[in-house]
């Protein structure tokens, strides 16, 4: 058979990695596949003299090159959601697969590619688009697909879980980390996708979807970064056996479905609270094998390019299978292939996604109360009042001008009824505003 023909379009961080990895494993890649992959066409702006590009037509022109006929699969790893876009709607007007990294791009126009791509019988492959190297779509879309899933929590971006950890572990600042960060090649082009959760809500968006079923929703994720969090709460959560990850959490109730990026207390005796670095993990709640949970590197050229490498694969086989038939971009094969979301576009569902006053978690309040009698007991009544029940109280010792950190964690309580009571506890004039507020999952199965 004649080899399958590869586009590579940007030679950055994960485009040169799957570059050099498709040529320094294409003898193990052949004997998996059966076939020879020939890389045709890198589309790149900069030079990059440390790469082998023997034999390949380099060119700016992302455009034309995916309009060649002596392409068959074409790797999108320029990132961003305005030139990606318009390069991947041309790649599969022309009947080519595409493979991307870009969590962006399908977080925020998905539903509008996929749809193109069932309609010209091409497969968009995005494993590497959520967790880097952990193989989280094949896992969430094949290996659980006999599941109903129930909720995920994960944390999924390298970048920020990599800044948590250097800070709580090694005291560094956060600046020198974040740039720490760069320099390895974890974080976006823009840093505050990572360090807002902008990053993190992309590939909830698309876990979600492949999770419960629903079209891809980015606008509707609730988005809280980690920029304020402060080295106080990670010790006082750790004195009360909690550690802060900034979690991704997807959860299906019966009224809706809560989508939500946020740091998050965890039990330290849980298995992602022990995550760390640019490590990623998710926890995956699914109703006939319980919980599972998948762990490794979340960002970097080595594993991001073994996602994409991964998923050339697929489309290699995919496209012999097609070949065999005689068939290829044919609609039938096409349509019989694993589903985008993982569900038959027809029977997505339209489940409402909560809005974030109507979720529901337990919290972590700390209050800058003033040291005298009284206080706590007009606190706890505001909290008794709107049915949230205390979980721990702890007082540290008194600080500036003698007031005192009161570090208070709650049962679940919907958000609505937590933001009235912090409104009233806000206006005792023994409480100074504002009250820390972070939120707390126990991840029980
Ligand atoms: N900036 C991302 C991260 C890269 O840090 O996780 C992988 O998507």
Redesign the pocket.
């Known amino acids: 058979m004649k080899p399958v023909r590869l586009a590579i379009l940007g030679l950055g961080t994960v485009g040169g990695g799957a570059l050099k990895l498709l040529q320094e494993n294409a003898a193990e890649i052949a004997r998996r596949t059966g076939r020879d992959i020939q890389i045709t066409h890198v589309g790149t702006r900069r030079p990059r003299p440390d790469l082998n590009l023997d034999g390949i037509a380099q060119s700016e022109d992302l455009l034309s090159i995916v309009r060649q006929d002596n392409v068959d699969i074409v790797i999108e790893v320029i990132g961003g959601t305005s030139q990606a876009h318009d390069v991947v709607l041309e790649a599969i007007r022309h009947g080519k697969h595409v493979v991307t990294?870009n969590?962006a791009l399908l977080a925020e126009h998905g539903n509008e590619l996929f749809k193109e791509a069932e309609q010209h019988n091409v497969q968009i492959a995005f494993e590497a688009?959520v967790a880097?190297g952990i193989p989280i779509i094949k896992v969430m879309r094949e290996g659980l697909a006999a599941n109903k899933i129930e909720w995920l929590a994960g944390i999924?971006?390298?970048?920020?879980n990599?800044i948590m950890t250097e800070m709580r572990d090694k005291g560094r600042a956060f600046a020198d980390v974040l740039a720490e960060?760069q320099a390895l090649g974890?974080?976006?082009a823009d840093p505050t996708?990572?360090v807002e959760g902008i990053?993190a809500a992309h590939?909830l968006t698309l876990l979600a979807s492949i999770a419960f079923g629903i079209p891809l929703q980015f606008d509707k994720v609730y988005t809280e970064g980690i920029s304020k969090l402060t080295a106080q709460d990670v010790s006082y959560a750790e004195e009360l056996g909690y550690r802060i990850k900034h979690l991704g959490v997807a959860r299906r109730l019966a009224h809706g479905i809560e989508l939500r990026v946020h740091p998050t207390l965890i039990p330290e005796s849980r298995l992602i609270a022990n995550v760390n670095g640019?490590k990623?993990a998710v926890l995956v709640q699914s109703n006939a094998v319980g919980p599972s949970l998948y762990y490794g590197a979340?960002?970097g050229a080595g594993p991001?390019a073994s996602a994409v490498v991964a998923d050339v694969l697929d489309l290699v086989r995919f496209i012999s299978t097609q070949s065999l038939t005689g068939q290829e971009n044919d609609q039938k094969t096409n349509a019989s292939y694993v589903p985008h979301l993982a569900f038959q576009p027809d029977a997505l569902e339209n489940t409402p996604i909560l809005a974030a006053d109507q979720m529901t978690t337990a919290y972590y309040l700390r209050l800058d109360a003033e040291d005298h009698p009284g206080v706590l007991a007009e606190v706890t009544s505001i909290l008794s009042r709107a049915g949230i029940n205390i979980d721990a109280i702890l007082q540290k010792p008194a600080q500036d001008q003698g007031r005192v950190p009161v570090i208070l964690l709650t049962q679940p309580v919907l958000e609505a009824n937590m933001n009235e009571a912090i409104a009233q506890i806000e206006k005792l004039a023994a409480i100074h505003a504002p009250v820390v507020r972070i939120r707390l999952e126990t991840l029980d199965s």
């Open positions: 990294a969590k688009a880097g999924i971006n390298g970048t920020g990599f960060a974890y974080a976006e996708f990572d990053d590939k640019v990623n979340g960002a991001t």
